[in-house]
């Protein structure tokens, strides 16, 4: 099948369990989640004027996106990107786009997979991911519900907290969603805000979960 691609290219990951992990970044276009903090906000319409014929012209901070087979997918990555044995889907909301093609063509050729997701989609759900990180984007502005049968599938669950009233609603996610017994409980800073950092940091250690900090953003890094 086609995906559309937004942007591929080598990193760090910089936040949640898997940070200081090499990477190759894989982002589709199309969102509609449509967070107001979201720092990828280029990747959420789908507009014909925004389609390109190449990956070349896709590259980059934009609202670019050309459309790929995941053998191209695939293809690109061997021979681009050298390196890294880890693949990161993410978006926009990649699992808007039925991913299993995908995933079982970068098995094949040797990546091991994490996937970024928020939530609202099924088309990661039941594909064998090897990592899931479900960030759920509680009151999402366009109303989108969290699904349940995503949920289980996360290895780690990543909460972007910006104040007091952020954890009550983690804590009410908690006690509705059932979730895996060894899933990683992650609370992440809004935006690397000082008061929504030292509130993350005294909440993790009061309940022994795990800090994410955006990494990429302290060094600079895409």
Not at 27 to 54: A, H, I, P, S, Y
Not at 169 to 184: G, M, P
């Amino acid at each position: 099948m086609l995906y559309r691609v937004n942007n591929l290219y080598t990193c760090v990951q910089g936040e949640g369990a898997l940070a200081g992990t090499a990477m190759v970044l894989l982002r589709l276009q199309g969102c509609e989640v449509g967070c107001v903090w979201c720092d990828t906000g280029e990747t959420w319409f789908v507009r014909n004027e925004n389609k390109v014929n190449t990956l070349e012209q896709a590259l980059g901070t934009n609202a670019h996106y050309v459309e790929m087979s995941e053998q191209d997918i695939a293809q690109s990555i061997v021979e681009r990107h050298k390196g890294p044995k880890w693949a990161l889907i993410t978006g926009g909301e990649p699992t808007e786009q039925p991913l299993n093609p995908l995933v079982t063509e970068l098995h094949r050729v040797g990546y091991r997979i994490a996937l970024e997701t928020s939530g609202t989609a099924k088309g990661g759900v039941g594909v064998g991911i090897d990592w899931v990180c479900v960030s759920p984007k509680i009151d999402n502005p366009n109303s989108k519900a969290l699904l349940p049968e995503v949920i289980f599938e996360a290895d780690e669950l990543k909460f972007i907290v910006g104040k007091e009233a952020d954890l009550e609603k983690v804590d009410q996610f908690l006690a509705t969603f059932r979730y895996k017994e060894n899933a990683q409980i992650l609370l992440q800073p809004l935006s690397l805000n000082p008061k929504a950092t030292k509130l993350c940091i005294e909440t993790v250690q009061n309940r022994g979960w795990r800090l994410s900090i955006q990494t990429h953003k302290y060094l600079d890094l895409p």
